[in-house]
Structures are given as C-alpha cells and as structure tokens.
C-alpha cells in the first residue's frame, strides 16, 4: 500500500520530457532571434571593415531572410515526414556551421554566402520550433509553453542590441556570430538526449517544384527590390526581375493546386485566422522589423554613437517589448488572439509615427516615445501569433503551418528591408541632387548621394573643399533624415494595414480544441 501510494510521488519528481522539449526549442529560437538583433548593430562596423556599400548591407541581412523563407516551408515537410527533432538538430548543427563562416568571413561577398547557409540551419530550426510545442503540450500547458516562447522572443530582442554592442564595441562584430557556438551545442545535446520524436503520419513526399519555383520567385523579387535603389524602377534588369518573380509565383500557386501533398495547402487559407495570422507575420516584419536597420544605421551614422551606444538606446524597444510579451503570455489564455494582435499593430504603427518628423538638428531622444510604444505593440503581436500560426490545424499539420507563418516573417524582413532600401536611395538622391544644384559639388552629387545611403558622411565631408563643407554636412544629413523620415510613414502604414486585416479576419472560433482538457475548456466555454 504504501508502495502504491509513494509511485506516484517518485514519477512527479522526474522531468517531464515536454519540458526539455520546449528548454531545446526556446534556445534555438533564442540565438536565432538574437542573432538578427545582433546584426543590427554590427551593420555599421561590417560597412566600415569590409568596405561595403547599402546594398551590401541589404544583403547581409536578406541573404539570411531568403534562405530562410525559401526553405522554410520544405524544412516543415521533411520534419514531418523524418521527424521534426531529427530536423531541429541538423539544422542547429548547420546554424552552427554558417555562424562560425560568418565569423571569418573576409569580405562582404563571403560574408552573405555565409548567412545564406546559416540560413538553411535557421529555417529548420524555426520550421520545427513552433510544431514541437505543439506536438509536446495540449490544453492548459500548451499556453504556458507558448508564453514561455514568447518570452523568449522577448528576451532576445532585449538582449541582441546591448550584447551586440559590447561584443562588437570591445572585441568585434565577428564574435557576434562566434558567440552562436556554445548555445548551439547546448541546443543540440539536449535535443539529442531529451526531445521526444514527433512526426505527421499522413506526410507525403518533399514538393520540390514547389520549393524551386518559391525559391525563385522570392531571390527574383527581392534583387528586383533591391537593384531599384541602386537604378531606377524603370530598369531593365528590373522590370526583367519583377515579372519573373510574377510568373514564378504564379507557377508556384499552380503546382500547390496540382500537387498531391503541396508543401502550402493552400485550402489553409479558406481559414480567415490562419490567412490573418500570416498578414501578421509579414506586417509586423515588414514595419518595425526591416525598419530597425535603418534607425540603427541613423544613429552610428548621422547621431554618432558606437555600436554599444546604439544598442543601449535601442533598449527603449527591446526592454518595452519584453516586458509586454511575458504579460501577453499570460493573457493569452484569457484574451482572444485578436485582441492582442489588432491592439499590438495599433500601437506599433503609432509608435512609428511618433519616431518620424526627426530633422537634421534633432537628438536621439526624439525617438525614445516611439521606441516604448511600438516596443509594446511588438510584445502585445509576437506571444499571441505564435499560437495563432498553429492553433487552427490539427496537431499533425502544425508543421506546415508553423513552418507558412515563419516563412511569411522572413519574406516581410527580406521584401521590406529590400523595398524600404529602395525608397529611402530614390529619396536620398534626389534630395542632395536639387540641394546640390548650382554649387561646386553639383557634378557629384550622385557619388555624394551613395556616399550618404552608405553611411560615409564624415568620410565625404573629410575630403570636401572648405568653402562647400557646411553646405554639403546640411544637405547630406537633410536627405539621410528626410528619406529616414519617410520610410517610416511608411512602414507605419503597413503595420495599421496589417492591424484592419486581422480585425476582420482572426476569429476565436477557428481555433482547433487540443486534447481533453482543451475540448473541456472549449465546452464550457460555449456554456451561457
């Protein structure tokens, strides 16, 4: 009898596997978001170091978003069909592999082939992440797993800027990547020893078509993007790109209606909230995130802090956004996911608004009151669309879901960095050309508008005959902030755009019950 009764005692105090599960899961998605915020305030230092131009700079940061949105959905299917811990491992190893080739890298080149690899890690990485969760914890706990991972966003996006700049600032921006290694064996040794294996029964075979026209479609896209800043939009080679990236995804959508097991189940989208959570993911990346670039290049460049500065100030939103993710945790088993989200992109857009009207005499704190209040708009989106990407399939699709949300995040990073690129080019040089006019540096003014997009301001001016030096400083901070200004209306735009979207499209009921005691919580729910 007392046997009996001291059993039950002895398995309680043994660690659920779950839990490793997710202590696995979030320390991926811990380096993996740290190492995006990270790079941020790095950007500066690789510039100088590598002699780099804006759109290398671009690509440093979309060659990681495209490798990660083109495989992405691919990387879901395979951990379906071979197991999604079997994937997390391989594709931390690679992670591991890509961060430690960014780190020696020696030239700029070198260094965006190595985020691209480091990309292929990262998309099994987050392809598998949210599905593992959602394989491992039903009901009450799976909340509590989905805050834990919200959290976890937050505490990464807190920590990348502050432990960016010191590791670029007292070391250097190589050991922001070098610094990736000890977490990812952390990672892999406990996916190895603890995670429990999960698959999809009913997973069929790779869509490679799929994966090929995507893939080509979105590298298509985003160069067309990108060399519009250094052209024009009426270039060629754009025009050429732009309408390959049409066709290519059109060939896309056709091959996932013919194929067997498409690697997008486009019936997905006859679900409102999953169609609104994926507006989501792109909104919220393609505002504040691609936008955080920009505002980080302002402040080394135009405001001239280090990168430890920089990343001090950036505070202001990652502390805000990770102090809001850890009570929206909580308020996602109370709250229906809208109202979380729709309020989030509310006050994202505001907070971006509150940024703008910056002009050349302005100081950093002007930013401050934008930083705080966007910073919650981010916590209030990120807890919630977690679960909003797999919380309306069943279990065994969670991979392709999860893997279609994180896709459209990196498809708003790499589109949105890439457009807003382009934007704030055009608006440079068109104000330097018409301040410039009818001065000695007119002849100049399209190297003086590269210069600037690049973030060579001093350098320029160092060089700059004396009697145009004060002319030249006003007109290349006037454009760098005007252009600055106006891609963040932008971006507050489509962060309100992402906001009216998912008011009409996220519903509670489209939510899947899981397990018993989610069915029993839906139950009484529906009671009067």
């Not at 997008?264 to 999953?274: A, E, S, Y």
Request: glycine fraction near 10%; aromatic fraction near 8%; include cysteine.
């Amino acid at each position: 009898m007392s046997h009996l009764a001291a059993e039950p005692t002895h398995h309680a105090k043994q660690a659920d596997p779950k839990w490793w599960t997710l202590v696995a899961v979030c320390t991926g998605v811990f380096i993996l978001l740290l190492d995006i915020t990270i790079v941020n305030v790095a950007l500066p230092d690789i510039q100088s170091e590598l002699d780099a131009s804006l759109s290398d700079l671009q690509w440093v940061i979309d060659a990681y978003a495209l490798s990660l949105a083109a495989l992405l959905l691919t990387a879901g299917s395979l951990a379906d069909l071979y197991g999604r811990r079997l994937l997390f491992v391989i594709g931390t190893a690679l992670f591991m592999v890509g961060s430690i080739a960014c780190g020696a890298a020696q030239s700029v080149f070198f260094l965006q082939l190595a985020r691209a690899f480091q990309g292929i890690g990262g998309a099994a990485m987050f392809a598998t992440a949210l599905a593992l969760i959602a394989s491992a914890f039903t009901g009450r706990e799976r909340g509590v797993a989905f805050g834990a991972f919200g959290a976890t966003t937050g505490v990464a996006v807190a920590v990348g800027p502050v432990l960016g700049g010191l590791l670029t600032s007292g070391l250097s921006w190589r050991w922001i990547f070098f610094v990736n290694i000890p977490i990812c064996l952390a990672a892999i040794a406990i996916g190895l020893w603890k995670v429990k294996e999960s698959h999809d029964p009913r997973a069929g075979r790779p869509d490679w078509v799929g994966f090929v026209t995507f893939s080509l479609a979105l590298a298509s896209l985003v160069y067309g993007l990108i060399r519009a800043g250094q052209e024009s939009w009426g270039d060629t080679r754009v025009l050429v790109c732009l309408v390959a990236a049409a066709v290519l995804l059109a060939a896309f959508v056709v091959s996932q209606l013919k194929q067997r097991d498409p690697m997008f189940d486009l019936g997905l989208l006859r679900k409102p909230t999953f169609t609104g959570g994926l507006i989501a993911a792109f909104g919220i990346s393609a505002s504040i995130f691609s936008l955080l670039t920009y505002i980080v290049i302002y402040l080394q460049n135009v405001q001239g802090y280090s990168a430890i500065g920089t990343g001090v100030r950036t505070l202001f939103l990652s502390a805000a956004s990770f102090v809001t993710a850890a009570i929206a945790g909580r308020l996602t088993a109370k709250l229906p996911a809208k109202w979380l989200i729709v309020p989030g992109f509310v006050l994202t857009g505001t907070g971006l608004l509150l940024m703008s009207g910056l002009d050349p005499d302005s100081s950093w704190t002007h930013l401050i009151p934008g930083l705080l209040v966007a910073g919650v708009g981010i916590g209030m989106i990120n807890t919630p669309l977690a679960s909003t990407a797999v919380g309306v399939v069943p279990v065994e699709r969670s991979g392709m879901a999860s893997g279609i949300n994180s896709t459209f995040r990196q498809v708003g990073v790499a589109t949105g960095i890439a457009a807003l690129g382009s934007l704030f080019s055009h608006q440079v040089a068109t104000e330097v050309r018409d301040g410039l006019a009818g001065t000695p540096a007119a002849g100049q003014s399209g190297r003086i508008a590269e210069a600037v997009t690049g973030g060579q301001i001093q350098a320029v001016l160092a060089q700059a005959p004396a009697e145009v030096r004060d002319r030249l400083a006003e007109v290349m901070t006037a454009s760098f902030v005007d252009a600055l200004n106006h891609i963040i209306v932008i971006g507050a735009v489509i962060a309100y755009v992402a906001g009216v979207a998912c008011f009409f499209l996220i519903r509670q009921k489209d939510f899947v019950p899981q397990g018993p005691a989610a069915q029993r919580q839906e139950a009484g729910a529906s009671q009067p």
